[in-house]
């Protein structure tokens, strides 16, 4: 007789998996969509498919290995897409698009941003 248990733990643990790019190795939910370096930024870039024509982005910049900073591009109340960084209380905005932008606008706007700082 073989009896099989399940056991659930009231949360669903994200699998994580190495990522070894170009630049940088790290564990992640989901394989980066990009990875490429900016102003002395080594990011990764995902990407969280909303619809057919809607893509959310995420980006993780790292300094020295080290996770530093986190960007996302949202949709926000007003229906305008904002690529975003919230630091605690603070929030920036790195670009503001009227319309759902393509990937490579996004993470243009995010190197011009990345140099004015």
């Not at 099989?4 to 990522?19: D, F, H, P, S, V």
């Not at 910049?61 to 605690?88: C, H, P, S, T, V």
């Not at 698009?97 to 990345?114: C, G, M």
Request: hydrophobic share 40%; glycine share 4%; with cysteine.
């Amino acid at each position: 007789m073989i009896s099989i248990i399940i056991m659930l733990n009231g949360g669903c643990a994200e699998k994580k998996m190495r990522y070894d790019g170009r630049f940088i190795s790290v564990n992640v939910s989901k394989m980066p969509l990009d990875e490429f370096q900016s102003n002395g930024w080594t990011i990764i870039a995902f990407e969280n498919k909303i619809n057919y024509d809607y893509s959310e982005y995420e980006f993780w910049l790292f300094k020295n290995n080290k996770i530093i900073r986190e960007i996302k591009l949202i949709r926000d109340k007003d229906d305008k897409f904002y690529l975003r960084e919230q630091a605690g209380s603070k929030v920036k905005n790195h670009a503001v698009f009227f319309a759902p932008p393509v990937y490579d606008a996004v993470k243009e706007s995010l190197r011009t941003s990345l140099l004015t700082e």
